[in-house]
């Protein structure tokens, strides 16, 4: 299977370098009100996943028009419609999961989207947050950020400390460092180089790398 971008109904700062994100091969899906980003891409989504309230009738008749594939949950559910459409994007086993529009808006929704990607199931795919301007996902052994010298990159202990911390190609280095939830050590480093390689020895570690050249 090729990439598989969802769009979230969060915000997406901006469209150009979101566009940059895309490629002509990529599945596109729409978790319900992100519909309204692909659309102002100028794009049309191949899937479109959730309780539908955030979609406008005429859109909606509109991708039905189109053959989109529209696959519609009760309102009354446990999952987000983000939950919905990464459960049906591993089903369809993606070389990797792009999540846009994924961050800003709601605090208790950017929280929650993190906390997806923690999913134990993901472990075998590549699945990242990413709008363009900001990328995050996590490290659970090692991991790299490919980018510019001078763009930021945070590390964030979740869920506890993370432990054995060695990076590469950052202005601080760590060597073995222990990086503690309550602490804020890791936020703000800085890439000397366009690729920063991060190992971890135990625990979870959520990198967020903001593109300061984008």
């Not at 999952?79 to 792009?98: F, R």
């Amino acid at each position: 299977m090729p990439r598989i971008l969802i769009f979230a109904n969060g915000d997406l700062p901006d469209l150009e370098k979101a566009r940059s994100l895309i490629r002509d091969d990529d599945l596109i899906m729409a978790a319900d009100g992100g519909t309204r980003h692909v659309l102002a891409l100028g794009l049309t989504p191949r899937i479109v996943i959730g309780d539908l309230d955030s979609l406008p009738p005429a859109d909606l008749q509109m991708l039905a028009e189109k053959g989109v594939q529209v696959m519609q949950f009760a309102r009354d559910k446990d999952e987000t419609d983000l939950e919905l459409a990464i459960n049906h994007a591993q089903t369809l086993n993606p070389s990797q999961v792009i999540i846009l529009a994924a961050l800003g808006g709601r605090v208790d929704q950017t929280l929650g989207n993190f906390s997806l990607l923690t999913d134990q199931r993901l472990t075998e795919y590549d699945v990242r947050i990413d709008d363009g301007v900001e990328e995050a996902f996590f490290c659970r052994d090692q991991a790299s950020v490919k980018g510019r010298g001078g763009d930021l990159v945070s590390l964030i202990p979740w869920g506890g400390s993370t432990s054995g911390v060695v990076t590469k190609n950052l202005k601080w280095p760590l060597s073995g460092e222990t990086l503690y939830a309550d602490r804020t050590r890791g936020i703000s480093n800085e890439m000397t180089d366009e690729e920063a390689t991060i190992e971890i020895g135990s625990g979870l570690l959520l990198i967020v790398h903001r593109r300061t050249c984008a």
